[in-house]
C-alpha cells in the first residue's frame, strides 16, 4: 500500500499544484507582455534618436558586431537574477572568440545581395532625410529627379524607408523604372515604403553599403543628416583613393549644403587636406533634369557614347 501511494497517488495530487504554478506563471507572463505592448503603444511613431547609452536588448547584429559589452546569449537578462544567482554566473570567455562565427552571417548577407542585385541592370542611388515631408520641395524634387532616370532606363535604389527615399522609389514607379528598397535592422522599426519593387532587409550596415556602391551607377544626394552625409562621404573616398570610377556623385540643392561647400574649400582645400582637384569630384544640381542629365552622361561616356542604359 506505501508502494502504491507513493508511485501512483502522491504524484497525481501534486498535479493541481503544479498546474496552479503554471497557470500563475502564465498570467505573469501575460500580464508582462500586456504592459509591453502598452509601452510601445504609448512611444511615438517615428522614433528620431536611439539611446546611444542603452544596456538592454534586444540588439541589433550590428551592435553585437562593434560592442564589446554585449554578452551572447542573452538568456541572463530574460530573467532578472537574483544576488545569489548573479554570484554565480561567470565571466564570459573572450568575445572575440565568437567573432569567426559571424563571418557565416555576413557571408549569407552578401550572398543574398549579390543574388537579387546582379540581374537589375545600371541603377542609381537616391540618399537624402527619412524625415523630408510629403509635399516638401525637395521631396518633390526627388520624385521628378528619379522619374526622369527611370524613364532613362535606370533603376532606383534607396534606403527603402519615408522622406527622400520614398520620393525616390514613387519616381521610379512613375517612370516605369524598377524601384528597390535596402531597408536595414534598427533597434526602432524602419518599415519599407509601399512604393519599393524589390526589398531586401540587412543585419549590417557595410554590407547593406557595399550593394549601393556595387549595383550602382551613381549616387544623388539630397539634403539629409548623418546617415546621408555617411553616404556622401563615403563615396568621394572611394572615388577619391580610385576604388571606383566614372561614378557621378551629384549634391542636390546647393543653398542647403551651402555651408558644407565652403567649408571644405576655406578648411579642407586651403589647409592643404585635399586637392583642387578632388573638388571636382562633386557635381551641383538645382533641379531635376540637371540632376538626371549628370548621370545619364557619365554613364554614357562609360559606355562609349551608347543611349539608353541595359542590363
Excluded at 511613431?45 to 542603452?54: E, L
Excluded at 559589452?69 to 561567470?90: F, G, K, L, W
Excluded at 537624402?128 to 521631396?139: E, L, P, V
Excluded at 514613387?170 to 535592422?185: D, Y
Aim: positive net charge.
Amino acid at each position: 500500500m506505501a508502494w502504491l501511494d507513493y508511485h501512483l497517488i502522491r504524484p497525481y495530487r501534486a498535479v493541481p499544484k503544479r498546474l496552479l504554478g503554471m497557470r500563475k506563471g502564465a498570467e505573469k507572463m501575460q500580464k508582462r507582455r500586456k504592459g509591453v505592448r502598452g509601452k510601445r503603444r504609448a512611444k511615438p511613431a517615428a522614433k528620431s534618436h536611439v539611446d546611444r547609452y542603452r544596456q538592454d536588448g534586444p540588439f541589433t547584429e550590428d551592435e553585437r558586431l562593434f560592442s564589446r559589452s554585449i554578452q551572447e546569449p542573452e538568456m541572463e537578462r530574460v530573467q532578472a537574477p537574483t544576488t545569489e544567482r548573479a554570484a554565480r554566473i561567470q565571466p564570459p570567455q573572450d568575445t572575440t572568440l565568437r567573432d569567426p562565427w559571424r563571418v557565416f552571417r555576413i557571408m549569407g548577407e552578401f550572398v543574398d545581395g549579390f543574388d537579387a542585385l546582379a540581374r537589375v541592370g545600371p541603377a542609381v542611388s537616391v540618399f537624402g532625410s527619412a524625415r523630408t515631408a510629403r509635399g516638401d520641395a525637395d521631396y518633390e524634387a526627388a520624385v521628378e529627379t528619379c522619374r526622369l532616370l527611370a524613364e532613362a532606363g535606370f533603376a532606383v535604389m534607396t534606403g527603402a524607408g519615408p522622406g527622400i527615399m520614398e520620393a525616390g522609389n514613387r519616381g521610379a514607379r512613375l517612370g516605369g523604372g524598377l524601384s528597390i528598397g535596402l531597408n536595414i535592422e534598427l533597434p526602432f522599426e524602419q518599415d519599407v515604403n509601399r512604393y519599393v519593387d524589390l526589398a531586401l532587409t540587412f543585419r549590417y550596415f557595410f554590407v547593406r553599403k557595399t550593394m549601393f556602391v556595387r549595383y550602382s551607377e551613381g549616387f544623388v544626394i539630397f539634403p539629409g543628416g548623418y546617415g546621408t552625409m555617411d553616404e556622401l562621404f563615403e563615396a568621394l573616398t572611394l572615388i577619391q583613393t580610385g576604388k571606383v570610377h566614372n561614378f557621378p556623385l551629384v549634391i542636390f540643392n546647393t543653398r542647403y549644403h551651402r555651408s558644407l561647400i565652403r567649408w571644405l574649400k576655406s578648411t579642407m582645400l586651403d589647409g592643404g587636406k585635399i586637392g583642387a582637384d578632388d573638388l571636382e569630384i562633386i557635381h551641383f544640381a538645382d533641379d531635376p533634369e540637371q540632376a538626371a542629365r549628370i548621370i545619364i552622361d557619365a554613364h554614357r561616356k562609360r559606355n562609349g557614347g551608347n543611349g539608353r542604359p541595359t542590363s
